[in-house]
Structure formats: C-alpha cells, structure tokens
C-alpha cells in the first residue's frame, strides 16, 4: 500500500520506517530537507511540498498527518481539500482535539474526501515496539484502510491473552481500534493522556516521598535512606502497580539516581486540559486528573519542579524541557 507522510518529527520518521519495514510505500514532505532525505530509499520518495506530493501519490491517495495539534495541521488540512480529489483520504495522526476533527471531516465531506482521526501512543519507542491506535471516521473507510493500521501496531506480542475475548474484534488485541465516527479515535487518545497524567503524577510524587525520607523534617528514628533505583526495579517484577512507565522510571534512576539531567519544568501539550474541560462539560468528577494537570502548571514556578515527571516524559515521547 502507498500513502503520503506530512510531518517527520519524532514520530513520523519512525512511522515512516515501520511502515516501509512492513512493505508499505511512502512519499514524504517536512519543512526539514535533510530529514527528508535521510528517510529517502527505496520505499521511500521526498517531495517538494504538499501539492508535489499529491501528484506523486497513487489514487485513490491517502495521505498520513503527523503534526502538532492546532494552526499547523488546521492549515495543512485546508491546503490538502484544495489539492486532493474525490474519494482520496486524510488521516491525521497527531494529538488534534476531537471538536477540531469533527467539524474537519464535516468540512472534508463536502469535497468528497474522507477523513480519519487516528490517537498514536508510542512516542520515540514506536519503531521498535509498535504503536496503539485509537481510529476514528467511516467505518468502511477505516477497514480498507486496515493494511496501514495493521503494519503500524504492536501485534499480538508476548501479553497473556484476557479472558472471555472470544467474540470481539481480534485485532484489538494486535493493538488499533476502530472507536466509531469522526472524532471519536482522538477523543479516546485524550483521555488516554489525561489519565497518563495521572499515572506519572502518582509514580512521581511518591518517588518524592520515598526519596525525602531521610531528611531532617522527619524523626531520627523513621528516617530511611532509600535506593529508589532498586525500589523502581523491584516493583516491575511482579507488584501490582507495574507498567511501562514504571519500567522507564527504573531505567532512568539507574542511569542517574538524582536525574541531574533535568530541570523538572513540565509542560502540558493540550490533552490534559482537554480531558479535564470535558469532565466539567459531562459532570464527572475527575480529581485525580485535575490534579496533575495543576501539578503541571505548578512545576513552572520556580523550586516546586518534579525532576522524574520530566524525565518520564523525554524518556517516552522525546519532549525535551523548555529553556
């Protein structure tokens, strides 16, 4: 299968080759040349910008966005329904807001275009271990494109399978998911990242804890110099609270127990407020979530910085801290 690439960041170089290991063909287009040509193969042609992709694209065309959330994609959607034709699919890839794809495949639907709102999890490991994807749009769309979200996914892998999956959607468990209509797969992504959140906010203030029982605010007789590196390393073999972040965090404390490398000045990148306004719009309370999202905002201020949060966030996804 061919589809067009927009966007080689952190993520979409790596898609790029995963879908050309999978035999897929791609045509690529950045802003960056030599990340254009460092990706050029023999499954792999560049461009000269979005209308020069296009035309080397096959019909009916797909083309992949992989951009950051707001103006950037906004714009490039809107230069693609001038370019593209009948029956030609965009999928957007990147973290947009469910409300923005809504109204953009309602826009792209008047052209006869379909469009598909694809939630990506895997961030810089995405090469390697595969990536989660959370797809909405029409749904006979999405099955034909089936060959691309399938080269993309984890697959099956080494987890146990649940029970009582008999009759459901198999390929759930290879890791993609048809969600339903426009907007629903990146309404699903949103929440996946609020509760991500959540998660890391927890691992971290309790490493916190641990690692400041030692100090003077804390009577001689219960103070406790802990190795946080080999309490990260203990709980991924077989404690309840394991995960992939769990395993990031003990591999970032072995490498550096005081995480020297990070200032701890946390940035949000949309998902968690998102999340976090939609509670308010449903009425469900969502504290936990609400909290991190604050303890986010609360990491700017100078000397309330959390270093592991930080570091979790480079180690999974490359997000490097503001200067």
């Given at each position: 299968?061919q589809?067009?690439?927009?966007?080689?960041?952190?993520?979409?170089?790596n898609?790029?080759?995963?879908?050309?290991?999978?035999?897929?063909?791609?045509?690529?287009?950045?802003?960056?040349?030599?990340?254009?040509?460092?990706?050029?193969?023999?499954?792999?042609?560049d461009?000269?910008?979005?209308?020069?992709?296009?035309?080397?694209?096959k019909?009916p065309?797909?083309?992949?966005l992989?951009?950051?959330a707001?103006?950037?994609?906004e714009?490039?959607?809107?230069?693609?329904?001038?370019?593209?034709?009948?029956g030609?699919?965009?999928i957007?890839?990147?973290?947009?807001?469910?409300?923005?794809d809504?109204?953009?495949?309602?826009?792209?639907?008047?052209?006869?275009i379909?469009?598909?709102?694809?939630?990506?999890?895997?961030?810089?490991?995405?090469?390697?271990?595969?990536?989660?994807?959370?797809?909405?749009?029409?749904?006979?769309?999405?099955e034909?494109?089936?060959?691309?979200?399938?080269?993309?996914s984890?697959?099956?892998?080494?987890?146990?399978?649940?029970?009582?999956?008999?009759n459901?959607?198999?390929?759930?468990?290879?890791?993609?998911?048809?969600?339903?209509?426009?907007?629903?797969?990146?309404?699903?992504?949103?929440?996946?990242?609020?509760?991500e959140?959540?998660?890391?906010?927890?691992?971290?203030?309790g490493?916190?804890?641990?690692?400041?029982?030692?100090?003077?605010?804390?009577?001689?007789?219960?103070?406790?110099?802990?190795?946080?590196?080999?309490?990260?390393?203990?709980?991924?073999?077989?404690?309840?609270?394991s995960?992939?972040?769990?395993?990031?965090?003990?591999?970032?404390?072995?490498?550096?127990?005081?995480?020297?490398?990070?200032?701890?000045?946390?940035?949000?990148s949309?998902?968690?407020?998102?999340t976090?306004n939609?509670?308010?719009?449903?009425?469900?309370?969502?504290?936990?979530?609400?909290?991190?999202?604050?303890?986010?905002?609360?990491?700017?201020?100078?000397?309330?910085a959390?270093?592991?949060?930080?570091?979790?966030?480079?180690?999974?996804?490359?997000?490097?801290?503001?200067?």
């Open positions: 299968m589809l067009g690439v927009i966007g080689l960041g952190r993520m979409g170089s898609i790029v080759r995963r879908l050309t290991q999978a035999g897929c063909e791609c045509v690529v287009f950045d802003q960056n040349a030599a990340t254009m040509r460092s990706l050029v193969g023999d499954r792999v042609g461009s000269n910008d979005l209308a020069d992709l296009v035309k080397k694209l019909k065309r797909v083309v992949w992989m951009l950051p707001g103006e950037i994609t714009n490039t959607v809107k230069q693609l329904g001038g370019l593209l034709e009948p030609d699919t965009i957007d890839g990147g973290n947009a807001f469910f409300q923005d809504v109204r953009r495949a309602k826009a792209m639907k008047r052209k006869g379909h469009y598909v709102d694809c939630g990506t999890s895997g961030g810089v490991w995405g090469l390697e271990r595969g990536y989660c994807l959370m797809i909405g749009g029409e749904k006979e769309v999405v034909r494109l089936d060959p691309i979200f399938a080269a993309l984890p697959g099956e892998g080494k987890i146990d399978k649940t029970p009582y999956r008999e459901r959607d198999p390929r759930v468990e290879r890791g993609y998911l048809y969600c339903g209509p426009s907007g629903s797969g990146h309404f699903v992504k949103m929440i996946h990242n609020g509760i959140y959540g998660i890391m906010q927890a691992y971290a203030e490493f916190e804890i641990m690692q400041k029982a030692s100090s003077r605010e804390v009577p001689e007789e219960r103070r406790y110099n802990l190795d946080i590196a080999d309490i990260a390393e203990v709980w991924r073999r077989g404690s309840v609270i995960s992939w972040l769990l395993d990031l965090t003990a591999m970032l404390l072995a490498e550096d127990p005081a995480l020297s490398k990070y200032s701890g000045l946390v940035e949000d949309g998902e968690g407020r998102w976090v939609t509670a308010i719009e449903e009425a469900v309370p969502a504290d936990v979530l609400s909290a991190a999202l604050f303890a986010r905002f609360r990491s700017r201020d100078e000397g309330t959390n270093k592991l949060l930080s570091a979790m966030r480079h180690a999974f996804g490359g997000h490097v801290e503001p200067k």
